[in-house]
Each structure stands twice: as structure tokens, then as C-alpha cells.
């Protein structure tokens, strides 16, 4: 009886419900059957159901990106607002939620300015292009086992590609706008791509050689297949890619290109209206995208060990989007900006380096393994363990050899308890290191 | 055909998120290299030492608020020592002890308000200015509970101070004296004194040299960067500060960090002044009575105070009538200011910004 009765409480996860029915969106799956099966049903050509079933994709990601922009603003304001030991906005709907839209229809309302001299065409392409790349680097990011729009085999490098589009826009806008600072931004965007764009490339090229594949799905597969995330496999490499990155998105420490205590604004000085609304969205909306390509690469995208049998993988996504997103606003909230000089000198002596040696090392270790025959069992801790101690030293031997020494003076200053006025010293810095530093 | 190159003009200011106010910075850029800088001055001049002309010497005392608005106290204080100087009037102890607890904890909102302001220059996405801005809150709650004002304070008056302390006040300066900004320091030092990325920004940046900051007669922060020990608290003690024990801080290399680490320092130090001031607290009036239109005998005076910019001073010429003949102001500021082309050219724009940040400048005292 007992036992009969404990059985009738079974252990269900969220996936045990899945239905089939077309508006179960847990897996995407069903919904597109659905599609595929009444097409089908009303004689239409094969090709067609390709082109629905994508338009319907694409519209589901514009609307999951806008739906995110909005909310992010809320999010960064929020958790920034917390870092600050302030609130954050709280007026406007439970716990401010309709800031956003709040903002929205302030930025809608006002007038859009436009300076005389500036190329109209450029200029009012630039936001546009700007928003564009961080939507379209969701067309191949995988959301589950069976949800991915387009499954590129060369998706990696599609990424690449469009992640600097959204550099080149910011040129157009700062080129275009006719102002001094806004050239400013322009000229340091440009030095900036030049740049990043190595380290970025050269650290992804290890993740691409463990997995064998440049397809998202692909990479999420192998880290499924080995048991580990890219992360494990390739600390170096996460590094290098989220500070590079970080840079190219603008945001702390290295938005040189709207330093706003610098150069105002930068790229965006001259816009105004819903033409800033859209740089200002496109800033989230590229810091997600971007997320989502560290999740997918680095965090196993919608697999997550065990746990993406008990849950939908969209929603371990998204989860791990987020966890990504709250990193880059962490670093917003916390560090000063670099000059920059010591920006690319970060990139050139710093990133590039280690990049390289990641890759010869990352090479080495895919001969070995395919060459020796022995399973991964084997070989995956044994890479875990080489990778971090690579990490580590390689770190550690860069601050130890190349950091800037900045302990020529101590940080704290000098005292002089009683100063005698009348014969009164002038202690140059020098001096006084010289006399060992006592006062 | 060769490529003509010329440096572009660029104007940083008057309307600029940098330059604390609407201060103007012409500067001629070659890449990001700064050539050249001039400075422009006088778009916030409300001429208030003509204007002090025409009123009494104790109507004058609200002009020394709205000079240097982030340290009212320290430019009253100035003003009133100036003022009883003139007229050889006594001031009754327990006003010294309460003008030097107040003007030192001016001295920790302005220091505040400085920190803040220069780490958010070097390019902070607001958390240190917001953090500086809570414990400056703080100290501005006491202001409020004393005189009622935060910002304008209005609180000295020549011959003391304007009001007693009340009841509640000092048990609330004791916890914010002993508990809640020594533990708000401890978080700077962590945030920002040990911040790799700040000593790259600030280090080696705005250099003054100690024969630069002597002969255009620097004071304050400036100065004391540079390795000179020279403070009027120590040099030239007025209310009750020779009885204080406390340090100079003094720094190394007269670069921008090094005015960073000495206004943190300077804050503690400012806190240990406070905890001495509090235990000496006499009793007895706050003020002696002076007629408010004062009449002052026929004479000079120049008394000057250590405001956190610097030697804030004040020069009087009384005639014998109720408001001053002549009365200028020795603003540290705009001398701390004029330096501003020695230190940033040869920089880039983003260290003449840091620099500027490092200076401490308000443009309500650079202008009067």
C-alpha cells in the first residue's frame, strides 16, 4: 500500500511533460514539426518549408533580442545601481521594471538632430549597422539539441566576421558625424580593431582545434561527448577572449571609443533621439550576443552536464547568457579605463603572446591525441591539468617579467608630523628614495 | 605630393563632463598628443569681491559659501578670521574648538567629492564617485542637523559661530568619526589606492616639480605632491590647531597619484583632529556679541586658512565704514590652476583630463 502510494509520486523533471503538442516550447522541436507537418498536409514545395520555418526563427530571435534589450537596461542599471550603493530605478512599475520603457518613449519623442555638414546617407546608416551584427551572430548560436536557425559549418568564423561589422559602424558614425571628438572615437575604434582582432581570432583557434569543427552545435556536441565545458579545456583562451571582447564592445575597462569623461561621447556625440535610442540598445544587444557566443564556446551552451535532462536546454542557455552578462557588467561597475597606449600595448605584448602559445600548445596536445589512439577518458583530465598550470604560469611569468613597475614610489605618502617652517626642506621624490626613504 | 599635417584646435570645455564646472581648455592635438593648451577662464565670474563693496561685513559671509561651494566652511572661516583680525576681536574657545571641527570636516566632504570626481576622470563608470558621494552625504547630514544648510552653510560668523552644536550632534559624530568613514577609507584603499589600472592612468601623469610648484606659489594637495611639507595649519596655526597633533602627508613625485594617496590620507588625518577637538570640547558661549553692521577701524588685514584646495586667503581694507573698502581673495584654486599648461603638454588628451581631475579645481572659487 505504502509502496504502491510512494510510486504515484514519481520523480518528474520539466522535460517528463513534454507533450508533443505544438505549443510545448520547451523543445523547439515540436513547434517546427508542427510547421513542417501542416505544410506538408497543404501541398506546399518542399523549399518553402525552409524559408517559413526561418522566417519564423528569425522573428522569434528579433523579438527574444528586443525583449532583452529592454530588460537589460533594467538589469544594468539595477545591479550597477547596487554597486554604487544606490537603488537603482525603482519608480516606475514593481521594482522599476518600466524604466525601460519609460526611456524608450523619451528618447522616441525627441528631436532627431542631424549636423548640416554630415553625409546623411552614413550617418543615418551607422546605428542601424550597428544593431544589425549583434542580432545576426544569434542565427547560428545553438538553443537546445534541436533548435539552432542555421547549423554553419564555418558558424565560427560567420561570428567573427559579423562581430567586427559592429566596429566598422562605429567608424561610420564617428567619421560621419563632423565633429572633433566624434573623429576621436572614429581613430580609436580603428586602432582598437586593428589590434583585438588578433588576440580574439588567435585564442578562438584553440577551442576550434580541440573541437575539430567551426560549427556552434558541433563545439557544444564535443564538449558534451568529453564530459568537460571549453573553459576547463581552455582557460587561456577564455581570457584572452573576454577581455579582448570586452574591448570591442566598448565597455569598461577599454571604451576608449566613447570615453565619456575624454571625448564625450565619442562615435555617438552627434546623435540624438532614437538614433542614440539605437547605439544605446545595441550596446546590450551586442554585449549579449557576445555572451551567448562565450556561453556556447566556452560553458557548453544548452548542455550542462545532467542538469539538461531535468531542464529545457534554452533555459540553461539563457541562464548561462546571463551568468556571462553580469560578468561584463561586473567589470563595468568596478575598473577605470585604460589609456590608450597601454590598450594596445595590452593587446600587442600581452594577448597576442599568449595567444600564440596557446595555440602551439593546444596543437601539440590534438597530435598527441590523436596520434597515440588513447581514449579521451584518459587524455581530457590530462589536458585539464596542463591548461590551467599553462594559465597560471603564463600569467604569472607575464606580471612577474612584463608588468610596468609601478613601486618606484610607495602608495602611501610621507609623514611629517612636526614641520619646522623657516628652514623649511625641499624633498624632491628622488632625494628621498635615495636617503633609503626615511623621512 | 606631401601630406599637409597640422595639430587641430580642440575645444575641451566650456561644456564638457570633465572640466568640474565651465572651465574652457583650448587644446591644440597632434594625434592624441596634446601641443599646446590655453586656458580660458571667467565664464562663471559673478564679481563678488565688487559686490562686497556695496555690503556690510557680515552680509559678505554668504559670498564665501557660493566661492568654493564644496568647502563653504573652510572659506566662512576664512572670511570671519580675516574680518576679527581687522577689528581685534577675542573669540571665545568653544567656537575655535567647533570651527576647526567643522572646517576639518569640510575638509572630508571636499577630499570626498575631489577622490571621487578624479577616479571617475580617469574613466571609473561612476561606482567611486557614488561611493565618495555617500560618505560626503554623511558628513553634510551633520552640517544640516547644525545650521540647517548642506551645501551653503553660512554657519560662521564674525566672532564665532552662528549656532551650538545640538544635543543630538555629537553622539552622531562619534559614530561617523569612529565607525563609518574609517571603514569608508578602508574601502578606498581597497577600490582605489591598490588599483593597477589607476596607477597606470595616474602615475607619471601631471608631474609638478618642486621648483614649479614653489615659483607658481602652489598650496594644498599641489604642493605637498611635489615633497614640500607646507601646511598653514602647521606653518601659520590659527583657531585652535597648534594644540592638534597631527601629520602632513606628503608626497614623492608631485604626479597625480600621489595627490590621490595625500587627500585620502589627508581625510584620516582630518579624523584624528576631530576625535582630539571633540575630547577638548569646552563649554561656555559660541559666540561673542559684535554688532552685525560691524565698523571695523581703518586698516588691512590678510588671514588665510588651509581650505582643502589649498591657502585659501583673505585680504580686507576697511575705510571705517560698514563694508570693506577693498576685498580679495587669495583663490587656491585658480593658482593651483595656472600650472594646468606645464603639466598636461606633451601628454595625451585622456592624461590632461586625469591631471585636470588631480588639480581639484572649482570653477565657482577659479572665478568669483
Known amino acids: 500500500m505504502t509502496l504502491n502510494a510512494l510510486r504515484l509520486i514519481p520523480m518528474r ?4 511533460l513534454i507533450t508533443g503538442y505544438w505549443w510545448d516550447l520547451r523543445d523547439f522541436s515540436n513547434l517546427t514539426r508542427m510547421i513542417y507537418k501542416h ?9 518553402s518549408i525552409y524559408v517559413i520555418s526561418g522566417l519564423i526563427g528569425t522573428l522569434g530571435i528579433i523579438a527574444f533580442i528586443g525583449g532583452v534589450a529592454v530588460i537589460n537596461i533594467w538589469v544594468e542599471r539595477r545591479v550597477v545601481g547596487r554597486m554604487q550603493s544606490r537603488l537603482g530605478p525603482n519608480r516606475l512599475g514593481p521594482f522599476g521594471l518600466l524604466q525601460p520603457v519609460a526611456d524608450a518613449i523619451k528618447l522616441m519623442q525627441k528631436e532627431v538632430l542631424q549636423p548640416a555638414s554630415a553625409p546623411g546617407l552614413i550617418y543615418t546608416l551607422a546605428p542601424i549597422a550597428f544593431t544589425v551584427p549583434g542580432i545576426a551572430v544569434f542565427a547560428v548560436v545553438p538553443w537546445g539539441r534541436h533548435a539552432v536557425l542555421a547549423s554553419l559549418d564555418v558558424g565560427l568564423l560567420y561570428i567573427l566576421g559579423m562581430s567586427s561589422l559592429a566596429v566598422l559602424s562605429v567608424f561610420m558614425a564617428g567619421y560621419s558625424s563632423n565633429n572633433k571628438y566624434s573623429l576621436f572615437g572614429a581613430m580609436r575604434v580603428i586602432a582598437m580593431l586593428v589590434s583585438y582582432e588578433i588576440p580574439i581570432v588567435a585564442g578562438l583557434l584553440g577551442v576550434v582545434l580541440f573541437a575539430g569543427t567551426m560549427d556552434l552545435q558541433g563545439i557544444v556536441l564535443f564538449q558534451e561527448e568529453n564530459w568537460a565545458f571549453m573553459v576547463m579545456l581552455q582557460p587561456l583562451a577564455f581570457l584572452i577572449y573576454f577581455f579582448a571582447i570586452s574591448a570591442e564592445l566598448n565597455r569598461t575597462p577599454a571604451d576608449i571609443a566613447e570615453a565619456e569623461s575624454e571625448i564625450v561621447g565619442g562615435y555617438h556625440t552627434e546623435y540624438s533621439g532614437m538614433k542614440f535610442g539605437l547605439f544605446y540598445a545595441a550596446e546590450l544587444i551586442n554585449a549579449v550576443s557576445v555572451s551567448a557566443i562565450i556561453a556556447t564556446l566556452f560553458l557548453g551552451g544548452w548542455w550542462a552536464y545532467k542538469l539538461d535532462e531535468l531542464v529545457p536546454g534554452w533555459m540553461i542557455f539563457i541562464g548561462k547568457v546571463y551568468g556571462v552578462y553580469f560578468l561584463f557588467v561586473w567589470t563595468r561597475g568596478t575598473l577605470p579605463r585604460f589609456r590608450i597606449d597601454q590598450l594596445l600595448a595590452f593587446a600587442w605584448k600581452w594577448l597576442t603572446p599568449m595567444a600564440i602559445i ?16 588513447w581514449s579521451a577518458g584518459f587524455w581530457i583530465p590530462v589536458f585539464i591539468a596542463v591548461n590551467g598550470a599553462l594559465t597560471g604560469a603564463l600569467i604569472f611569468g607575464f606580471v612577474k617579467f612584463f608588468a610596468p613597475k609601478f613601486q618606484r614610489f610607495p602608495t602611501r605618502p610621507r609623514f611629517y608630523p612636526d614641520i619646522d617652517v623657516p628652514s623649511l626642506p625641499a624633498v624632491t621624490g628622488a632625494e ?8 | 605630393m606631401p601630406i599637409k599635417v597640422e595639430p587641430v584646435e580642440v575645444n575641451i570645455g566650456p561644456q564638457h563632463p570633465s572640466t568640474h564646472g565651465v572651465f574652457r581648455m583650448v ?11 590655453k586656458m580660458v577662464v571667467g565664464y562663471l565670474h559673478r564679481s563678488m569681491e565688487k559686490l562686497a563693496e556695496e555690503r556690510t561685513f557680515t552680509q559678505n559671509i554668504p559670498f564665501t559659501d557660493r566661492m568654493d561651494y564644496l568647502a563653504a566652511m573652510s572659506g566662512n572661516l576664512g572670511y570671519c578670521l580675516s574680518v576679527e583680525k581687522l577689528a581685534n576681536i577675542e573669540v571665545p574657545e568653544r567656537a575655535q574648538y567647533l570651527r576647526v571641527i567643522f572646517g576639518e570636516l569640510q575638509r572630508v566632504a571636499s577630499h570626498c567629492m575631489a577622490t571621487g570626481a578624479f577616479i571617475n576622470d580617469c574613466g571609473a563608470w561612476q561606482t567611486p564617485v557614488m561611493w565618495c558621494f555617500r560618505d560626503r552625504e554623511r558628513v553634510l547630514d551633520l552640517f544640516e542637523m547644525t545650521c540647517g544648510a548642506r551645501l551653503t552653510t553660512n554657519y560662521m560668523r564674525i566672532g564665532g559661530v552662528a549656532f551650538d552644536i545640538p544635543d543630538e550632534f555629537l553622539p552622531a559624530l562619534e559614530k561617523l568619526v569612529n565607525d563609518e568613514l574609517p571603514k569608508a577609507f578602508e574601502e578606498y584603499e581597497e577600490l582605489i589606492v591598490g588599483n593597477e589600472i589607476i596607477m597606470m592612468r595616474a602615475r607619471d601623469v601631471g608631474v609638478v616639480t618642486p621648483e614649479l610648484a614653489i615659483n607658481a606659489s602652489l598650496s594644498g594637495p599641489m604642493l605637498r605632491s611635489a615633497g614640500i611639507a607646507w601646511d598653514i595649519r602647521k606653518a601659520d596655526p590659527y583657531c585652535v590647531y597648534d594644540r592638534m597633533k597631527f601629520d602632513i602627508p606628503v608626497g614623492y613625485n608631485g604626479d597625480a597619484y600621489d595627490r590621490m594617496t595625500i587627500r585620502i590620507e589627508e581625510m584620516k588625518q582630518s579624523l584624528r583632529i576631530i576625535r582630539q577637538a571633540v575630547g577638548d570640547l569646552p563649554g561656555g558661549a559660541h559666540k561673542t556679541d559684535v554688532p552685525l553692521a560691524i565698523r571695523p577701524p581703518a586698516g588691512e588685514a590678510y588671514s588665510r586658512v588651509e581650505s582643502p584646495k589649498g591657502e585659501l586667503g583673505f585680504y580686507v581694507v576697511s575705510d571705517g565704514g560698514p563694508a570693506p573698502y577693498r576685498w580679495h581673495v587669495r583663490a587656491p584654486s585658480l593658482i593651483n590652476l595656472s600650472v594646468l599648461r606645464e603639466m598636461t603638454v606633451g601628454q595625451t588628451i585622456a592624461d590632461a583630463i586625469v591631471t585636470l581631475g588631480s588639480i581639484d579645481i572649482n570653477v565657482g572659487e577659479v572665478d568669483r
Open chain 1, 358 to 373: 596557446n595555440v602551439v600548445v593546444v596543437a601539440a596536445e590534438v597530435l598527441a591525441w590523436e596520434e597515440s589512439g
Open chain 2, 27 to 37: 587644446a591644440k592635438i597632434d594625434g592624441e598628443r596634446i601641443v599646446d593648451v
Open chain 1, 39 to 47: 505544410l506538408e498536409d497543404w501541398g506546399f514545395p518542399d523549399w
Open chain 1, 432 to 439: 628621498f628614495m635615495a636617503k633609503g626613504g626615511q623621512a
Open chain 1, 13 to 16: 523533471s520539466l522535460l517528463d
